[in-house]
């Protein structure tokens, strides 16, 4: 009886490494989309608990300068969803470039981009 509970736990713990590291699940606005000028906030979210002191996100316009000045906190009903608050983008592409770092310590980074219509 004891045994049998000891391997189930070991099994268990060997599994869960698997799924230990952030991956971006959805975005909004969503990858490749087109949105209007008043977007206010961009929300990343991921598959891991994320720490967000040690995660960051830059938007860059279409003349690669950086226009987010302001830090990502976490989404107050999901840790898993890192929001940070835009200044208003200029018309074009927009270049999002993330780095974070799960609640488990391992870093990951990824991009992707958005289009502003006018
Ligand atoms: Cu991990």
Do not use: C, Y
């Amino acid at each position: 009886m004891r045994r049998g509970a000891l391997i189930g736990l070991v099994m268990l713990t060997q599994a869960s490494p698997i799924f230990a590291h952030a991956f971006l699940e959805r975005a909004s606005p969503p990858v490749g989309s087109e949105v209007g000028a008043s977007l206010s906030e961009l929300s990343l979210t991921f598959s891991e608990g994320i720490e967000p002191l040690f995660s960051t996100i830059a938007v860059h316009d279409a003349n690669d300068a950086i226009i987010t000045t302001a830090k990502p906190h976490l989404s107050a009903d999901n840790n898993q969803r890192l929001v940070v608050e835009l200044p208003k983008l200029p018309p074009g592409v927009s270049t999002v470039i993330w780095h974070v770092t799960s609640v488990d310590t391992h870093k990951t980074e990824g991009r992707f981009q958005f289009t502003i219509v006018p």
